[in-house]
């Protein structure tokens, strides 16, 4: 079982920054595609971008294209989320999610992640 770790989250106002990051203390997750999710109040968790393993080729939902940059640092084996411009719109709980997956292709779909974190919130305020 690999557990993940997400930090970062916090109280930002709209137009600002954060970083999270999401580690797995004591594994690897080198091999592993890597994704961030975020589930809004009412909404369905959705997925915001992902990054392989193969060719750190970055995937990105069309909504934070831009915006958002997800990059890997594998000798820390941490992935990391950096967020910029914030709307309002991106508040949500941020999960980290990884899929032991070897083909490099990224799901969009959170059921086909294996391991997830506990979620860090983040809160954009206008």
């Known amino acids: 079982q690999v557990q993940l770790v997400e930090s970062g989250g916090g109280l930002v106002q709209a137009g600002g920054s954060l970083r999270l990051s999401c580690s797995a203390p004591g594994r690897t997750f080198s091999t592993y595609a890597m994704g961030w999710f975020r589930q809004a109040p009412g909404k369905e968790r959705e997925f915001v971008a992902g990054?392989?393993?193969?060719?750190?080729?970055?995937y990105y939902t069309d909504s934070v294209k831009g915006r958002f940059t997800i990059s890997r640092d594998n000798a820390k084996n941490t992935v990391y989320l950096q967020m910029s411009s914030l709307k309002p719109e991106d508040t949500a709980v941020y999960y980290c999610?990884?899929?032991?997956?070897?083909?490099?292709?990224?799901?969009?779909?959170?059921?086909?992640?294996?391991?997830w974190g506990q979620g860090t919130q983040v809160t954009v305020s206008s």
């Open positions: 999610a990884a899929d032991r997956n070897l083909s490099g292709f990224i799901s969009y779909s959170d059921s086909e992640y294996d391991y």
């Open positions: 990054i392989n393993w193969i060719s750190d080729s970055a």
